[in-house]
């Protein structure tokens, strides 16, 4: 019977697998229409009213973005996959059904404006919500509800993308921190149906047009060593900077609705001077001129949007071609001007992801590195914009760390595996000094501000984080040693306690509990006081104890109460602690590894015997 139903159990999880992979694949693809409808609709103001129409259209976008978020849905704001992990952590995968609605439209209305941001948050935040509904409707348990939640992440990532390994990998490294056992079956299956229907829709299509670069020369792995640790570098910058420009806006005394207007504004100005540098040095993005939908990319200014059109002008060559100074200005100062307007965008208060954002700078890092080292070893780097590609997995690298993640995504994305030792390479180094330098990734700093402290692994002993000074009553109710039993009878009644601290001249002597009430029998004439029904051998315990420790003590002594005392003093009584807290030190306990990230199982019900 157990055997029956873990198939039939398994059976349920991997078809609800497919049928949120359907769903993703589906949302993908509106998603992607919505984004361009609006992008057609937007564009019309810079034809009308001329250059002023890009700083008038991020505004206009801010503001639509800020009605939404504000007032109907506070999860939509910023990049999606922090709250995602959230919900992941401490909400047992549950997210509001309204979430991934409001949340396509915000994100849409912000990318189609012209803000700078990604697709990728939106649409994790989208396909986790529609896994996090499944799951809700078909009444799964917190464990499968968990996998529905990354099922639908991983599969509205591999929808827009084309790249079912690397969206699967993204929801098993970045949400979950490692998934094993069966659950990894349904992650990867809804991946590959969300993919397949994608594709249905659209037809096969690679996310970046690039040519086949190839290793060459062996010694040019060392340049890529440099490459990766100096994009891990700029991937702390890039986060810090991120989240530096989300204080400043927080500290603006305006409207919560005006504030992503103002970073339109912004980004609008910074746009104007983009279309002037493009036209100096003759840029062009590689736009395409016939989208999925039957209509071609609008054009933006380099820096707006999600940025594709530039890191497909990269990684052809076009900007190469303009010389080898202009192409190292255009790359450097566009990679400046991203990191720049994302974060006035994400800063302010727009929506959308860090994903794509990311692979632009990387593309103009790397490219602007991968020229200058073809200028100093003209045999090492015959393709330098090989290091553009292989710069966009690294700083992602060091920004989200997701390693594997990115060698894999960003192969399937262009559909060229020959760089696999170079990525691998600059992926490592990128990754290692951004955590040796930084702690947080770029998705988890955001929660980690909110004082959520995302960490993997297992944690064992959860009362060794609770000191005994946290949890200990440090004015206890106390008794004299001359009350009488009467007396004490009294106190019980007015305090509902039945354990207390005997002090005598500021000094605990003893313990008495109701039951020592009854220890000895009532003797004729004789009225017994606290002091011959006290208990003088009681637990002594140091103010350093951990709650894991007080217990093991009151386990081996038998007793549910001790008194924490002074070690220079142990007759000075610095509070007084039973049984009980330790039961309340278990649930701050638990709350605080939730708050810090750890999984906390359920704890199964126990089985009551009925024995009448």
């Not at 303009?322 to 302010?348: C, D, E, H, P, R």
């Amino acid at each position: 019977m157990i055997e029956r139903y873990t198939i039939s159990r398994q059976i349920k999880v991997y078809t609800l697998g497919a049928l949120i992979g359907v769903v993703s694949g589906l949302t993908a693809v509106l998603f992607r229409l919505l984004i361009l409808v609006i992008s057609l609709v937007f564009t019309i103001l810079p034809s009308l009213m001329g250059v002023a129409g890009w700083i008038v259209a991020p505004a206009l976008g801010g503001l639509a973005v800020a009605f939404i978020v504000v007032k109907y849905a506070p999860e939509a704001k910023g990049h999606g996959v922090p709250e995602v992990i959230e919900s992941y952590v401490v909400k047992d995968g549950q997210m509001r059904v309204r979430v991934p609605l409001l949340k396509s439209l915000a994100s849409a209305i912000c990318i189609g404006s012209g803000g700078s941001c990604g697709r990728e948050g939106p649409i994790a935040q989208i396909g986790a919500g529609v896994g996090s509904a499944i799951a809700k409707y078909f009444r799964l348990e917190k464990t499968e509800t968990k996998t529905m939640l990354v099922c639908g992440l991983s599969s509205g990532i591999a929808a827009t993308f084309n790249a079912p390994l690397g969206g699967a990998l993204f929801g098993i490294e970045v949400l979950a921190g490692g998934i094993v056992g069966f659950s990894i079956l349904p992650i990867i299956l809804a991946s590959v149906v969300a993919t397949a229907v994608a594709n249905l829709i659209v037809g096969p299509a690679i996310s970046f047009q690039a040519p086949e670069f190839a290793l060459g020369n062996p010694i040019v792995l060392l340049l890529y060593l440099v490459l990766g640790i100096s994009l891990g570098l700029v991937s702390v910058i890039w986060v810090k900077g991120l989240y530096f420009m989300e204080d400043i806006f927080d500290k603006i005394r305006t409207s919560k609705y005006i504030k992503p207007a103002i970073g339109g504004m912004l980004v609008g100005l910074i746009a104007i001077l983009t279309i002037y540098i493009e036209t100096m040095f003759g840029y062009q993005g590689a736009f395409k001129t016939a989208g999925p939908f039957g209509s071609g990319e609008p054009y933006y200014p380099a820096i707006m949007g999600v940025g594709y059109a530039f890191i497909d002008a990269v990684l052809v060559g076009n900007v190469a071609l303009l010389g080898t100074g202009a192409a190292i200005v255009i790359l450097v100062v566009f990679g400046l001007f991203k990191i720049g307007v994302t974060s006035l965008t994400l800063g302010s208060g727009g929506s959308g992801g860090v994903f794509a954002p990311t692979l632009f700078m990387g593309a103009g890092f790397g490219g602007a590195i991968g020229i200058v080292f073809a200028a100093l070893l003209p045999f090492a780097v015959p393709q330098p914009m090989a290091f553009a590609l292989v710069g966009m997995a690294a700083l992602f690298a060091g920004a989200g760390r997701a390693p594997i993640t990115c060698i894999v995504i960003i192969m399937e994305m262009t559909e060229d595996y020959h760089l696999i030792l170079p990525l691998m390479i600059a992926v490592s180094a990128a990754y290692l000094v951004s955590a040796f330098l930084e702690k947080e990734s770029i998705y988890t700093m955001k929660l980690a501000r909110r004082g959520l402290h995302v960490s993997r692994g297992t944690h064992i002993g959860a009362l060794k984080e609770i000191k005994v000074t946290e949890i200990m009553t440090k004015e206890p109710t106390v008794l004299n040693p001359d009350m009488t039993t009467a007396e004490v009878f009294e106190i019980i009644d007015a305090t509902h306690h039945t354990k207390f601290p005997v002090i005598e001249d500021n000094k605990v002597v003893g313990i008495l509990i109701a039951e020592d009430l009854f220890r000895k029998p009532k003797e004729e004439g004789k009225t017994h006081t606290v002091r011959d029904l006290m208990n003088p051998d009681f637990l002594h315990l140091s103010p350093t104890c951990t709650m894991d420790s007080v217990l093991h003590a009151m386990m081996d002594r038998d007793e549910g109460h001790a008194v924490v005392s002074n070690p220079e003093n142990p007759e000075c009584m610095l509070g007084y602690v039973t049984k009980a807290d330790v039961l309340k030190a278990y649930e701050i306990a638990i709350i605080r590894l939730q708050k810090a990230g750890i999984d906390i199982e359920d704890i199964l019900p126990v089985e009551i015997l009925d024995v009448t």
